[in-house]
């Protein structure tokens, strides 16, 4: 009898473990795995991507990048990720004006990284006295003027560009809209290939 009884409990011991681990499996269902890329899993992402789905245009100033010493932008958001930016600027003794295409990496933040890769058109077209010393931004004259552009004063280039850049735009609060941004470039000359890094920071608001 006692032999018996002794067997039934071992039964149950074995028994046991397996049929907790069903019923746990049953009634509880594990944590699922969150991925920073699933941006519609947390309310700040939502928040983020519903931004960008319902702010098509934006308008900005940039410093010291493509557009020369000062530039105004107007950016066009076909997708909440893909934008195309108009842009016209200059500095001193030459104009530009230009587009690029910018894609935004991420949409689960308000600091966003991107590229993108554009084309400008730097021209001189003022008669007033030239000194290449003058010219800002200074990489205009050292990088992209000949010898002999130097000594005529001619601004004549197409350029192209590729960028990478961080975004940090206002999703939310009284400064809903507003954003800041900074961006390392690479800009070269399709004429004669001459190219040199630049940096540009600016400012847009998005509407």
């Given amino acids: 009898m006692i032999a018996k009884l002794l067997g039934l409990i071992l039964c149950l011991g074995v028994m046991s473990p397996a049929h907790s681990a069903i019923l746990w499996t049953d009634s509880v269902e594990p944590p699922k795995k969150q991925s920073r890329f699933n941006y519609d899993r947390t309310p700040e ?3 983020v991507s519903t931004f960008w789905s319902q702010r098509k245009v934006g308008v900005g100033v940039a410093t010291a990048g493509a557009y020369g ?14 934008s195309v930016d108009l842009g016209f ?8 004006f230009g587009f690029r295409v910018k894609k935004m990496l991420l949409l689960s933040s308000p600091l966003n990284p991107y590229i993108g890769v554009g084309l400008n058109r730097w021209q001189r077209t003022t008669t007033r ?15 992209f003027m000949s010898e002999s552009d130097r000594r005529t004063g001619q601004i004549d280039k197409d350029i192209v560009h590729g960028s990478l850049g961080m975004q940090y735009t206002f999703t939310n609060g009284p400064w809903l809209g507003y954003g800041l941004f900074i961006e390392a470039l690479f800009l070269m000359s399709i004429d ?13 608001y998005f509407f």
């Fill in 69 to 82: 010493l000062l530039g105004g932008i107007v950016g066009i958001h076909f997708h909440p990720q893909w």
């Fill in 89 to 96: 600027g200059g500095g001193s003794h030459f104009q530009s």
């Fill in 129 to 143: 006295p030239f000194n290449a010393a003058d010219v800002s931004p200074g990489f205009v004259a050292n990088e």
């Fill in 192 to 204: 004669d290939f001459r190219g040199a890094p630049t940096a540009s920071v600016g400012f847009n």
């Fill in 45 to 47: 992402a939502r928040e």
